[in-house]
Nanobody, 130 residues
Framework: QVQLVESGGGSVQAGGSLRLSCAAS????????MGWFRQAPGKEREAVAT???????RYADSVKGRFTISKDNAENTLYLQMNSLEPEDTAMYYC????????????????????????RGKGTLVTISS
């Protein structure tokens, strides 16, 4: 089993920055896909950024150039550095992942990825004021 625990959310003004963390524990060996997702009130959950065991990163168009996903393998922690935050970034942010895969997965940004990943955290709230 795998546990994912997010942290780092908070309230900042537009233009500010936050760094989210997702600490992974348990059976986190092998090839993996890890990603950040968000869901704003009244909107569908969307994939924000992903990283796979081949170190390929992918981003939603809405966050390209502003957000950076990274993984500290020693700490087994996934990060999301969010800069130039906008009120539209306000949402609950979730971490999700799959581990123990046989090959490096295609960790694509799409509507189905959230449902394809086995493990999910409980989320951390990000609020951006204008």
């Amino acid at each position: 089993q795998v546990q994912l625990v997010e942290s780092g959310g908070g309230s900042v003004q537009a233009g500010g920055s936050l760094r989210l963390s997702c600490a992974a524990s348990g059976d986190t060996y092998g090839h993996y896909c890890m990603g950040w997702f968000r869901q704003a009130p009244g909107k569908e959950r969307e994939a924000v950024a992903t990283v796979d065991s081949g170190d390929t990163t992918r981003y939603a168009d809405s966050v390209k150039g502003r957000f950076t996903i990274s993984k500290d393998n020693a700490e087994n922690t996934l990060y999301l550095q969010m800069n130039s935050l906008e009120p539209e970034d306000t949402a609950m942010y979730y971490c999700a992942a799959d581990f123990s895969l046989r090959v490096t997965p295609q960790c694509l940004i799409n509507r189905d990825l959230w449902y394809a990943l086995t493990y999910r955290g409980k989320g951390t709230l990000v609020t951006i004021s204008s």
